[in-house]
T-cell receptor, first 113, second 115 residues
Framework: GDSVTQMEGPVTLSEEAFLTINCTYT??????LFWYVQYPGEGLQLLLK?????DKGSNKGFEATYRKETTSFHLEKGSVQVSDSAVYFCALSDPTGGFKTIFGAGTRLFVKA | EAGVAQSPRYKIIEKRQSVAFWCNPISGHATLYWYQQILGQGPKLLIQ????????DSQLPKDRFSAERLKGVDSTLKIQPAKLEDSAVYLC?????????????FGEGSRLTVL
Protein backbone atom coordinates (compact mmCIF):
# COMPACT_ATOMS: atom_id res chain seq x y z
CA GLY A 1 0.00 0.00 0.00
CA ASP A 2 0.88 3.67 -0.09
CA SER A 3 3.43 4.93 2.41
CA VAL A 4 5.51 8.00 3.34
CA THR A 5 8.97 7.97 4.89
CA GLN A 6 10.58 11.09 6.26
CA MET A 7 13.82 11.77 8.06
CA GLU A 8 13.83 11.33 11.77
CA GLY A 9 14.24 14.28 14.06
CA PRO A 10 14.71 16.26 15.95
CA VAL A 11 16.55 18.66 13.70
CA THR A 12 18.24 21.54 15.52
CA LEU A 13 19.45 24.53 13.55
CA SER A 14 20.64 28.04 14.26
CA GLU A 15 18.65 30.95 12.92
CA GLU A 16 19.37 31.72 9.24
CA ALA A 17 20.65 28.19 8.58
CA PHE A 18 19.55 26.17 5.54
CA LEU A 19 16.91 23.51 6.15
CA THR A 20 16.28 20.25 4.34
CA ILE A 21 13.83 17.62 5.55
CA ASN A 22 13.81 14.54 3.36
CA CYS A 23 10.62 12.76 2.33
CA THR A 24 10.14 9.78 0.05
CA TYR A 25 6.93 8.03 -0.85
CA THR A 26 5.51 4.82 -2.26
CA UNK A 27 2.27 4.96 -4.19
CA UNK A 28 0.49 2.84 -6.75
CA UNK A 29 -1.17 5.78 -8.48
CA UNK A 30 -0.30 9.42 -9.07
CA UNK A 31 -0.76 11.08 -5.71
CA UNK A 32 -0.76 14.68 -4.66
CA LEU A 33 1.99 15.49 -2.17
CA PHE A 34 1.84 17.78 0.83
CA TRP A 35 3.78 19.22 3.69
CA TYR A 36 1.73 19.97 6.77
CA VAL A 37 3.05 21.83 9.81
CA GLN A 38 2.05 21.65 13.46
CA TYR A 39 3.17 24.62 15.54
CA PRO A 40 3.29 24.20 19.33
CA GLY A 41 -0.22 24.13 20.77
CA GLU A 42 -1.89 24.36 17.38
CA GLY A 43 -3.57 22.02 14.94
CA LEU A 44 -2.15 20.63 11.71
CA GLN A 45 -2.22 23.05 8.81
CA LEU A 46 -1.20 22.85 5.21
CA LEU A 47 2.19 24.38 4.44
CA LEU A 48 2.50 23.59 0.73
CA LYS A 49 1.39 21.11 -1.91
CA UNK A 50 2.18 19.76 -5.38
CA UNK A 51 -0.23 17.81 -7.51
CA UNK A 52 1.90 16.42 -10.32
CA UNK A 53 5.46 15.54 -11.25
CA UNK A 54 7.93 18.46 -11.41
CA ASP A 55 5.47 20.81 -9.67
CA LYS A 56 7.07 23.01 -7.03
CA GLY A 57 5.03 23.96 -3.99
CA SER A 58 6.05 27.02 -2.01
CA ASN A 59 4.84 29.03 0.97
CA LYS A 60 6.42 31.18 3.70
CA GLY A 61 9.87 30.69 2.16
CA PHE A 62 9.55 26.90 2.16
CA GLU A 63 9.76 24.93 -1.11
CA ALA A 64 9.38 21.33 -2.20
CA THR A 65 9.52 19.79 -5.67
CA TYR A 66 7.56 16.69 -6.70
CA ARG A 67 10.19 14.30 -8.09
CA LYS A 68 8.54 11.27 -9.63
CA GLU A 69 11.81 9.68 -10.75
CA THR A 70 13.13 9.58 -7.19
CA THR A 71 9.68 9.41 -5.51
CA SER A 72 10.70 12.30 -3.29
CA PHE A 73 9.28 15.59 -1.99
CA HIS A 74 12.01 17.13 0.13
CA LEU A 75 11.22 20.29 2.10
CA GLU A 76 13.74 23.15 1.94
CA LYS A 77 14.10 26.66 3.31
CA GLY A 78 17.06 28.90 2.71
CA SER A 79 17.06 30.73 6.04
CA VAL A 80 15.08 29.43 8.99
CA GLN A 81 13.69 31.58 11.78
CA VAL A 82 12.92 30.77 15.41
CA SER A 83 9.24 30.96 14.50
CA ASP A 84 9.69 27.97 12.14
CA SER A 85 10.15 25.68 15.13
CA ALA A 86 7.41 23.08 14.69
CA VAL A 87 6.74 19.52 13.62
CA TYR A 88 6.63 18.98 9.85
CA PHE A 89 4.68 16.13 8.26
CA CYS A 90 5.02 14.89 4.71
CA ALA A 91 1.83 13.38 3.29
CA LEU A 92 0.35 11.96 0.13
CA SER A 93 -3.22 11.83 -1.09
CA ASP A 94 -4.21 9.27 -3.66
CA PRO A 95 -7.09 10.42 -5.88
CA THR A 96 -7.64 6.86 -7.10
CA GLY A 97 -8.18 5.80 -3.50
CA GLY A 98 -10.83 8.36 -2.70
CA PHE A 99 -8.20 10.85 -1.50
CA LYS A 100 -7.07 8.64 1.35
CA THR A 101 -4.31 10.70 2.94
CA ILE A 102 -1.25 9.01 4.44
CA PHE A 103 1.19 10.86 6.70
CA GLY A 104 4.82 10.36 7.55
CA ALA A 105 5.98 10.14 11.17
CA GLY A 106 6.87 13.83 11.37
CA THR A 107 10.13 15.70 11.87
CA ARG A 108 10.50 18.09 14.77
CA LEU A 109 12.51 21.22 14.01
CA PHE A 110 14.08 23.39 16.68
CA VAL A 111 15.56 26.71 15.60
CA LYS A 112 17.88 28.48 18.06
CA ALA A 113 18.33 32.23 18.13
CA GLU B 1 -15.33 30.86 7.39
CA ALA B 2 -15.52 28.67 10.49
CA GLY B 3 -12.96 25.89 10.72
CA VAL B 4 -13.33 22.29 11.77
CA ALA B 5 -14.76 22.13 15.28
CA GLN B 6 -13.96 19.33 17.71
CA SER B 7 -14.95 18.59 21.27
CA PRO B 8 -13.98 17.92 23.93
CA ARG B 9 -10.42 19.25 23.70
CA TYR B 10 -9.26 17.06 26.57
CA LYS B 11 -10.60 13.90 28.18
CA ILE B 12 -9.19 11.70 30.92
CA ILE B 13 -10.81 8.32 31.57
CA GLU B 14 -10.04 5.03 33.26
CA LYS B 15 -9.37 1.96 31.12
CA ARG B 16 -12.50 0.03 30.19
CA GLN B 17 -14.58 3.22 30.28
CA SER B 18 -16.14 4.70 27.18
CA VAL B 19 -15.61 8.05 25.48
CA ALA B 20 -17.07 9.92 22.54
CA PHE B 21 -15.62 12.67 20.40
CA TRP B 22 -17.57 15.02 18.20
CA CYS B 23 -16.57 16.78 15.01
CA ASN B 24 -18.29 19.39 12.87
CA PRO B 25 -16.52 19.89 9.53
CA ILE B 26 -16.29 23.03 7.47
CA SER B 27 -19.64 23.80 5.87
CA GLY B 28 -19.96 22.16 2.48
CA HIS B 29 -17.12 19.69 2.98
CA ALA B 30 -18.45 16.31 1.97
CA THR B 31 -15.45 14.25 3.05
CA LEU B 32 -14.62 13.78 6.73
CA TYR B 33 -11.69 11.93 8.26
CA TRP B 34 -10.82 10.75 11.75
CA TYR B 35 -7.14 10.25 12.54
CA GLN B 36 -5.37 8.95 15.63
CA GLN B 37 -2.08 10.66 16.49
CA ILE B 38 -0.03 8.93 19.17
CA LEU B 39 2.66 11.09 20.77
CA GLY B 40 5.72 11.28 18.54
CA GLN B 41 4.03 9.67 15.55
CA GLY B 42 2.25 10.85 12.43
CA PRO B 43 -1.53 10.82 12.13
CA LYS B 44 -2.98 7.38 11.37
CA LEU B 45 -6.24 7.26 9.41
CA LEU B 46 -9.04 5.52 11.30
CA ILE B 47 -12.02 6.19 9.06
CA GLN B 48 -12.99 8.28 6.05
CA UNK B 49 -16.57 9.30 5.22
CA UNK B 50 -17.96 10.65 1.97
CA UNK B 51 -21.22 12.35 2.96
CA UNK B 52 -22.75 9.73 5.30
CA UNK B 53 -21.09 6.69 3.70
CA UNK B 54 -17.84 5.02 4.76
CA UNK B 55 -15.05 5.16 2.15
CA UNK B 56 -12.33 3.48 4.21
CA ASP B 57 -12.33 2.02 7.71
CA SER B 58 -9.66 -0.60 7.21
CA GLN B 59 -7.58 0.60 10.16
CA LEU B 60 -10.43 1.17 12.59
CA PRO B 61 -10.31 -1.33 15.50
CA LYS B 62 -13.93 -2.27 15.09
CA ASP B 63 -14.09 -4.33 18.27
CA ARG B 64 -13.85 -1.12 20.32
CA PHE B 65 -14.06 1.86 17.97
CA SER B 66 -17.13 3.05 16.11
CA ALA B 67 -17.91 6.16 14.12
CA GLU B 68 -20.96 7.58 12.47
CA ARG B 69 -21.95 10.51 10.31
CA LEU B 70 -25.68 10.06 10.15
CA LYS B 71 -26.75 13.20 8.29
CA GLY B 72 -23.58 13.71 6.31
CA VAL B 73 -22.51 16.67 8.39
CA ASP B 74 -21.14 16.22 11.90
CA SER B 75 -19.60 12.99 13.12
CA THR B 76 -19.02 11.11 16.35
CA LEU B 77 -16.15 8.74 17.15
CA LYS B 78 -16.67 6.39 20.08
CA ILE B 79 -14.30 4.13 21.97
CA GLN B 80 -15.74 1.41 24.20
CA PRO B 81 -14.03 -0.01 26.17
CA ALA B 82 -10.90 2.14 26.18
CA LYS B 83 -7.43 0.66 26.56
CA LEU B 84 -4.24 2.31 27.75
CA GLU B 85 -2.88 2.28 24.20
CA ASP B 86 -5.79 4.45 23.03
CA SER B 87 -4.15 7.46 24.68
CA ALA B 88 -3.65 9.82 21.75
CA VAL B 89 -4.92 12.93 20.05
CA TYR B 90 -7.93 12.25 17.84
CA LEU B 91 -7.95 14.55 14.86
CA CYS B 92 -10.88 15.33 12.64
CA UNK B 93 -10.31 16.70 9.15
CA UNK B 94 -12.51 17.61 6.23
CA UNK B 95 -12.08 18.13 2.51
CA UNK B 96 -14.15 20.01 -0.01
CA UNK B 97 -16.09 17.88 -2.45
CA UNK B 98 -14.73 17.96 -5.96
CA UNK B 99 -11.34 19.35 -5.02
CA UNK B 100 -8.64 17.66 -7.03
CA UNK B 101 -5.72 18.08 -4.65
CA UNK B 102 -6.89 16.29 -1.54
CA UNK B 103 -5.98 19.14 0.81
CA UNK B 104 -7.31 18.52 4.32
CA UNK B 105 -8.45 21.03 6.91
CA PHE B 106 -7.90 19.91 10.49
CA GLY B 107 -9.53 20.65 13.79
CA GLU B 108 -7.44 21.25 16.90
CA GLY B 109 -7.90 17.68 18.07
CA SER B 110 -9.23 15.90 21.13
CA ARG B 111 -6.55 14.68 23.50
CA LEU B 112 -7.45 11.43 25.26
CA THR B 113 -5.60 10.10 28.29
CA VAL B 114 -6.50 6.59 29.45
CA LEU B 115 -5.36 5.74 32.99
Amino acid sequence: GDSVTQMEGPVTLSEEAFLTINCTYTATGYPSLFWYVQYPGEGLQLLLKATKADDKGSNKGFEATYRKETTSFHLEKGSVQVSDSAVYFCALSDPTGGFKTIFGAGTRLFVKA
Amino acid sequence: EAGVAQSPRYKIIEKRQSVAFWCNPISGHATLYWYQQILGQGPKLLIQFQNNGVVDDSQLPKDRFSAERLKGVDSTLKIQPAKLEDSAVYLCASRIAGGNTGELFFGEGSRLTVL
